[in-house]
């Protein structure tokens, strides 16, 4: 794939981006944790977490991952599936659907549109699948910039859900 916005050349992800989606997570993390954030993923690096190394390897080889490049750099990664995850606590939609199981961006390369690059691909991705319906689960705390970022990229809310202490939110996307 050689779809590019803005200087963002999205392709097809493979194992050996993990380590690049790892170091964007751990930014992620102290990124967040540097604002006040340490609710939403903890203070653990990501790649220091129970799981999370073997959880991004199985992304990038069980699911759908694309990646965003800039100049050649990873900048970003989103990760589609058929539905959520087993382990939240929402079903799937009744319907066939294209799910973001992952969805993050180098804090480096901020204010370039990479997430909203990565989620109008996913639309794309979902409609050439001949699927009609786009979802994501995200981090419904603090003041809701993440929901509002989602709404921001075309995408209404449709469930709120707690995983333990954490609130969800489930948005929904038509992309057909």
């Known amino acids: 794939m050689n779809d590019t916005t803005h200087g963002i050349r999205i392709r097809r992800g493979s194992l050996a981006d993990a380590p690049a989606v790892l170091d964007m997570l751990d930014s ?40 965003a490049e800039l100049a050649g750099t990873s900048v970003g990664a989103l990760v589609l599936d058929s539905g959520p995850s087993p382990q939240m606590p ?21 204010g370039l549109g990479i997430g909203a690059v990565l989620l109008a691909h996913a639309a794309e991705e979902t409609r050439r699948a001949g699927v009609d319906l786009l979802r994501v689960d995200c981090w419904a705390g603090g003041g809701g910039e993440l929901v509002a970022f989602y ?15 954490w609130p969800g939110q489930v948005l929904a996307r038509r992309v057909g």
Do not use: C
Not at 55 to 67: H, K, L, S
Not at 151 to 165: K, L, S, Y
């Open 28 to 67: 992620a993390v102290a990124w967040m944790n540097e604002r006040g954030n340490t609710e939403q993923w903890g203070t653990t690096p990501y790649s220091q977490k129970p799981g999370g190394v073997a959880r991004v390897e199985r992304y990038m080889t069980e699911n759908t991952p694309y990646i």
């Open 90 to 110: 929402i079903g799937p939609a009744g319907e066939p659907e294209r799910y973001v199981r992952l969805l993050v961006s180098d804090r480096r390369h901020a």
């Open 151 to 165: 709404e921001r990229n075309g995408f209404i809310r449709t469930e709120a859900f707690r995983f333990g202490t």
